[in-house]
C-alpha cells in the first residue's frame, strides 16, 4: 500500500481481515462490482493505513487498543453482547453480522469510507478551525445585525 498514494486519490482501499474464506470473497466480489475498491485481503491489519477497515470478531481482538481511528472501522460479528460493548468503548460505529445483506455491509463499508475521506480533508485544510474560540466570535456580529436595523425601523 505504500506506493498507493496516487491510486488513493481515485480508489478507496479497503483492508478485509475475515477468517471466513467464502464470507471475505463475497464481500470483496461485491466491493468490485459496485466502485473503484482496492481491496487488499490481510491476516493483520494494519491500522497505521489510511482506509477502511473490514474485521471480524478475532482480527478485531488483535489490533491495539485504543485505536486511533475508530470510525473508519467495520466490525463484522455475532449479536454477542459483551463484544457490542467492546466495541462501543473502542469507539466503533459500524458493526453489521454476516447475517446482514451483503447491501447493507456495502453501505457500512462505504460509510466508514466518507469517514475517512472527511478526517482526511479535515486534517488538510487545518487552516479553516471549527473550535470553540472561533465560532462564538462569528455570533456577536449577527446579532447586532439583526438587531439593530429590524427593531428600530416601524
Not at 101 to 128: C, Q
Amino acid at each position: 500500500m505504500e506506493g498507493g498514494g496516487v491510486e488513493s486519490a481515485v480508489m478507496q482501499a479497503v483492508q478485509l481481515s475475515i477468517a471466513n474464506g467464502v464470507y471475505a470473497a463475497t464481500v470483496r466480489e461485491a466491493l468490485s462490482r459496485s466502485c473503484a475498491w482496492h481491496v487488499e485481503t490481510v491476516d493483520r491489519p494494519d491500522p497505521s493505513q489510511k482506509c477502511v477497515l473490514v474485521l471480524d470478531e478475532s482480527a478485531f481482538a488483535r489490533l491495539p487498543l485504543p485505536l486511533s481511528n475508530p470510525e473508519r472501522v467495520v466490525l463484522i460479528s455475532r449479536k454477542d453482547p459483551q463484544l457490542l460493548a467492546q466495541a462501543w468503548e473502542a469507539g466503533i460505529v459500524s458493526v453489521v453480522s454476516e447475517e446482514d445483506p451483503i447491501s447493507t455491509v456495502l453501505l457500512a463499508i462505504m460509510a466508514a469510507a466518507l469517514r475517512v475521506a472527511k478526517s482526511h480533508a479535515a486534517a488538510v485544510s487545518d487552516g479553516i478551525s471549527t473550535s470553540c474560540g472561533s465560532s462564538s466570535e462569528p455570533i456577536a456580529p449577527l446579532h447586532r445585525i439583526s438587531g439593530s436595523k429590524r427593531c428600530k425601523t416601524q
